[in-house]
């Protein structure tokens, strides 16, 4: 298990607890045990005992659920509670939008067991009507439990990729099949995937079919099956034909009305659908000139333990030169971001120092320093002139007061794109895939306030954000604007998240040159640092 796995198990235990009304001085202990699990920067299941208990936020309690569950599986407080919570509450307490408390509420007063019944309340108006409520909640929570019943058979691309390595490695190890070739939404990076499609050759079909029965899947349909949160389809081939697996039902192909076989065939499976497709037919050369993972030069939106970074800012350079990266951008949280433990000036400004005296001592990377700065209710910046002035470059971002209506939430952004300071604008909708939508705002003109502006956009790479949307970077190589790939890293391991952006922007054919961190490090200097 990940650590964040391991949290939220405690995450769960705390609120079952408070659920059940369990008590309070443990639901606190374990909620505090899912904030330190996850700051940790090693895996705690590899830790030892003694590495383990001194980790703060960790006493005798954790400590034994913790080996419990790296030793059993499961926390029995944890299977004890979920068996007396019908299912449907515990997958509330997974819905945005609704504290514990709340579910408590609904499901004491309202007899509400699930999220499907929740949403049938708010549409029945009948939540007004409860203390606590209002037309406004519950207004809010339908539209979050509308998302949520929409992309709860969803998964991440990252998830379902591992799902399905894990998947192709099982079906290989049976020698029922010549081989396996992994199809439809995963070969075409999407970032959200519904189903996992594999296309199996030469397999014996009846033996097969047993094979995943015994294996646990269950079948959903002809070939269809489910295992666990898997749901994934079986193509039977007599050989690996790309013009047979383009036919596959769940290729979802959008394009086939002004293309040949034969055209798409010339592309990447990335590439196949939405303008992309149309593009690369108008100019082949474009699928040379797509960006490229190993075409990324520096690491930009990175954060430490200075603010809510899980490594120091040592740990998170020597990191970036184990990834042989040129260049390594700091940007952790402004003084806005309270619950971040944002940087106020003095702090900020000691970072600086601390990063001149890295750059003096090494050559192996340039460290240059940043703030994601909070963009505030008015569209302004976190900071004064005179500390924005200190820095490389400036990332503003939105993180509070995500309600705001379209037409003042595109002000808000043109606002702080407008703002000499402004570098990059971050994750520009802050949305959270399959948990939260983005707030609305008028892409066109905040495309093009940051075209007159010559502000880059950021397609941030945390594969639960993938922000801004590659449909939407088409716009912006319309207007000429460029985009930066940042992993918004929290933890050494995030620089990994770099690729996911990269496949990303591989689906709108993104240009190399047209990405910023794709430059050496004096190109990025010279067109991207606010001091040249």
């Known amino acids: 298990m990940t650590n964040k796995e391991v949290a939220n198990q405690f995450k769960l235990l705390a609120d079952l607890m408070e659920l059940h009304k369990g008590n309070a001085f443990k639901v606190k202990s374990y909620q505090n045990a899912y904030r330190a699990i996850r700051a940790v920067p090693a895996p705690v299941f590899e830790m030892d005992s003694s590495e383990l208990s001194e980790v703060r936020g960790i006493g005798k309690s954790v400590f034994e659920k913790i080996m419990q569950l790296r030793e059993q599986g499961s926390i029995s407080n944890v299977d004890d509670l979920v068996a007396k919570t019908p299912e449907g ?70 998830t379902a990729e591992a799902k399905a390595a894990l998947l192709v490695e099982s079906i290989k190890q049976s020698n029922l099949v010549e081989s396996v070739v992994i199809v439809g939404e995963i070969a075409r990076q999407m970032p959200v995937v519904a189903t996992i499609g594999l296309g199996l050759v030469n397999a014996d ?32 081939l007599s050989h690996i034909d790309e013009a047979e697996l383009l036919n596959l039902p769940e290729s979802g192909h959008p394009v086939w009305d002004y293309m040949t076989q034969e055209q798409l065939l010339s592309m990447p499976p990335y590439m196949r659908e939405h303008n992309t497709a149309r593009r690369v037919i108008a100019d082949p050369t474009l699928i040379e000139s797509t960006i490229q993972y190993e075409d990324i030069k520096g690491v930009i939106h990175n954060h430490t333990r200075a603010s809510d970074g899980s490594h120091t800012l ?29 940087l106020k000036p003095d702090r900020l400004l000691a970072q600086g120092d601390a990063i001149d005296k890295i750059n003096a001592s090494q050559s192996e990377i340039k460290v240059l320093k940043s703030v994601e700065s909070d963009i505030l209710n008015d569209g302004s910046l976190d900071y004064t002139n005179d500390i924005l002035e200190t820095l490389d470059l400036v990332i503003a971002s939105v ?134």
Request: proline letters at 3%.
């Open 314 to 342: 040592q740990e998170m350079v020597d990191q970036a030169i184990a990834n042989k990266y040129e260049y390594l951008v700091i940007s952790d949280h402004s003084q806005a971001a309270f619950y971040a433990n944002g």
């Open 89 to 158: 509450i515990v997958e509330l307490l997974g819905v945005k939008g609704i504290g514990v408390k709340k579910i408590k509420q609904v499901w004491t007063e309202l007899g509400v067991t699930s999220p499907g019944e929740l949403l049938y309340a708010c549409k029945e108006n009948r939540l007004v009507d409860l203390a606590g409520f209002g037309e406004k909640s519950q207004s809010k929570l339908t539209e979050q439990l509308e998302y949520y019943m929409a992309t709860a058979d969803s998964m991440l691309y990252v």
């Open 205 to 236: 079909q009846a033996a097969m079919h047993q094979y995943l029965l015994d294996s646990g899947y269950n079948l959903e349909g002809e070939n269809a099956y489910v295992g666990e949160d898997i749901a994934f389809e079986v193509h039977y």
């Open 399 to 532: 993180h509070t007061n995500l309600g705001m209506d379209k037409e003042k939430a595109t002000k808000r952004l043109i606002t702080a794109i407008e703002n000499p300071y402004t570098t990059i604008l971050g994750h520009p909708t802050g949305r959270l895939l399959l948990s939260r939508k983005g707030y609305p705002i008028d892409f066109k003109k905040v495309i093009e306030a940051c075209a007159a502006n010559e502000v880059i956009v950021e397609l941030n790479a945390n594969p639960a954000r993938l922000d801004l949307d590659w449909t939407w970077l088409y716009y912006c190589l319309e207007q000429g604007v460029k985009i930066a790939i940042n992993p918004d890293a929290h933890h050494r391991d995030h620089y990994t998240y770099m690729k996911y952006g990269v496949l990303a922007a591989q689906k709108a054919a993104m240009p190399r040159d047209m990405v910023v961190n794709t430059y050496g490090l004096d190109k990025f200097k010279e067109e991207v640092l606010l001091q040249q």
